[in-house]
């Protein structure tokens, strides 16, 4: 067995730093655009994005380019690399990227017709996509046959309770923000569900204490205030909702700003 076929079967076992020194030997010995492909391969591997992504440059291979670039959130890099592939595996990749860059018509069209029965991911971007665009059965569709193939993203079970809040199913919503909390409770998002869902049954000082955990986990959600600052209006708190109020006024000065800075950066 020649060296690269040893590199190839290591990696397959999960022996990654011995498939790392028997590929790296090899290129020293004779570079190859085979050997930098599994180099690349080992690196993704481990966790190593930027180097796989330097393999995968000297290997030529546009498709794995595409994978490290999505791997490091430089989608619309990510995108020109995958530009003109085809197959489904590049639809797929691009799909995702769009719905990370907020396109989710062109997410949408781009896997409207990949048939791919076993992939999470795949249903997962549909069904968010979905629900962005206000599509909500098709949305809770696409979700729930996400979770069907992988039970463990809080993600899915986010969206899917939004979705469920749309069409006014709020006790299975509540539940499956349960879930989402139980799966990843540094979530922020899910705070400000759970506080939506029980503030709608009138638990307002349980919903107070949801958005504080949303506002403690990110403290820029501005949503999270506002609806703080109506509950504690709803009790008679002025002085803490005046706070919230307060605060959401910087926020939004803040992001004015922030704005206005990156029209003046565009005009230069």
């Keep these: 067995m020649d060296s690269i076929q040893e590199a190839k079967l290591q990696l397959k076992q999960g022996n990654l730093n011995y498939a790392y020194k028997i590929i790296k030997d090899e290129l020293e010995r004779q ?11 080992v690196l993704m591997e481990m966790g190593d994005f930027e180097g796989a992504l330097d393999a995968y440059q000297n290997s030529g291979i546009k ?51 990949v048939d791919d029965s076993d992939d999470p991911l795949l249903y997962k971007v549909k069904g968010i996509a979905e629900f962005k665009l206000g599509n909500f059965s098709d949305a809770l569709k696409d979700l729930s046959r996400a979770l069907m193939l992988y039970h463990d993203d809080a993600d899915i079970y986010y969206y899917k309770a939004l979705v469920e809040e749309q069409l006014g199913e709020s006790s299975r919503a509540e539940k499956d923000i349960d879930i989402a909390i139980s799966l990843n409770p540094y979530y922020a998002g899910t705070y400000l569900a759970k506080g939506r869902l029980i503030e709608s049954r009138g638990k307002i000082d349980d919903a107070i204490s949801f958005y504080g955990k949303a506002i403690f986990l990110s403290p820029s959600m501005r949503e999270a205030y506002v609806r703080r600052a109506k509950a504690y209006m709803k009790l008679g708190k002025e002085e803490q909702a005046l706070s919230d109020i307060k605060k959401v006024n910087e926020l939004e000065e803040k992001e004015n700003n922030s704005s206005n800075k990156d029209k003046d950066s565009d005009h230069n």
């Design 63 to 113: 498709l794995k380019m595409g994978k490290a670039l999505v791997a490091l959130g430089l989608y619309k890099d990510a995108l020109s690399s995958l530009n003109g592939i085809e197959g489904k595996e590049a639809r797929k990749l691009r799909a995702f990227c769009l719905f990370k860059l907020e396109k989710y018509e062109e997410a949408l069209s781009e896997i409207s017709d």
């Design 31 to 41: 570079a190859s655009k085979e050997a930098y492909e599994i180099l690349g391969d």
